[in-house]
């Protein structure tokens, strides 16, 4: 019986990452094992509205992933749960779509959330919040990495 294929919710910062001098050779990396199937992109209108108005490049290579990607839905449960991280202080209002990226993720069940989001998202002391907040609101916990731990790692 075969694995299954892990389903990586890739935010904004995982495709600008992919033209950044520091984030690019793990983010193509990350890329390349999803062209190969080790990984199914999630992705979501979120990250379709954050990227509008980001350099081409990073827009064409949305798209290409677009073709192969799921694309997670904003339910109410998913605003139901980034109002919660917000209620307990996690992030701010201000933040609100980092909040709603990792809510998505967790509310659909998606094995992990790759991002490139050190400050809101994939940091030491918010991950364990998050996951309180999901057992608190009768969710699974979230995998919360950076492309430089997944990439390469599908196989």
């Known amino acids: 019986m075969s694995k299954p294929i892990p389903r990586i919710y890739a935010d904004t910062s995982v495709f600008g990452g992919a033209f950044d001098d520091e984030f690019s050779a793990a983010s193509l990396r ?37 073709r192969i990607a799921e694309v997670a839905a904003i339910t109410e449960d998913a605003l139901r749960l980034r109002d919660a991280y917000q209620k307990a202080g996690i992030l701010s209002p201000r933040w609100t779509d980092d909040a709603l990226h ?7 069940g998606y094995t992990m959330i ?15 919040l998050y996951n309180a907040v999901n057992t608190l609101q009768g969710f699974g916990a979230i995998q919360i990495y950076s492309p430089l731990e997944v990439a390469g790692h599908g196989n």
């Open 102 to 108: 990792v809510a998505m993720a967790t509310v659909a």
């Open 30 to 66: 990350l890329f390349d094992a999803i062209r190969s199937g080790a990984f199914q992109i999630v992705t979501s209108e979120v990250v379709r509205k954050e990227i509008e108005d980001a350099p081409r490049a990073v827009r064409d290579l949305f798209r290409e992933m677009l």
């Open 114 to 128: 790759v991002s490139w989001n050190f400050k809101h998202i994939v940091h030491y002391e918010k991950i364990p």
